[in-house]
């Protein structure tokens, strides 16, 4: 099951991209692998050389005082994490999640360094899907 968080590639430019393991009880993986979890305003923080997901939400059925946006725990190498905090303070980049998977029985998080996006940057981005998507239309019509 894949859950991809399509406003990251809009907001953000996406460079390099890590697989992290994600902290999580019984009812959020059931909830993952029926498709029902949303990554669209979330991002990751590294806080004491932990990292985090932070505002994704997952809601879970069932289960009472829950909080679907609770901050959960990722499982990274502390190598991994060195790398990301010391990329993310020099170039001055977040880390977004971009999509969420099942590995076998294990759910995976894939996470990116990213870049946030400017106004005309985005309105670019705009044009440029507009004019494939209507070259796409004009061959569809030839053939």
């Known amino acids: 099951m894949k859950i991809i968080n399509k406003k ?3 907001n953000y430019i996406l460079f390099e991209k890590f697989e992290a393991g994600v902290s999580l009880t019984g009812a959020e993986v059931k909830a993952i692998k029926t498709a029902r979890a949303d990554l669209s305003n979330s991002y990751v923080k590294i806080i004491r050389d932990e990292a985090y997901l932070v505002n994704a939400n997952i809601p879970a059925d069932g289960v009472q005082n829950y909080n679907p946006t609770r901050s959960r725990k990722l499982l ?4 991994e994490l060195v790398s990301l905090s010391t990329k ?7 880390l977004v ?4 998977y099942t590995k076998g029985r ?3 998080l894939e ?11 985005k309105k ?9 998507r209507e070259i796409a239309q004009q061959l569809r019509s030839r053939y």
């Open 97 to 100: 999640p971009v999509k969420v």
């Open 124 to 132: 670019e981005s705009i044009k440029k899907k507009d004019i494939e």
């Open 111 to 121: 996470i990116a360094l990213a870049k946030a996006k400017r106004k005309f940057e």
């Open 8 to 10: 990251a590639k809009f």
């Open 88 to 94: 993310m303070k020099q170039k001055k980049l977040t």
């Open 76 to 79: 990274l190498h502390r190598a």
């Open 106 to 108: 294990l759910v995976k």
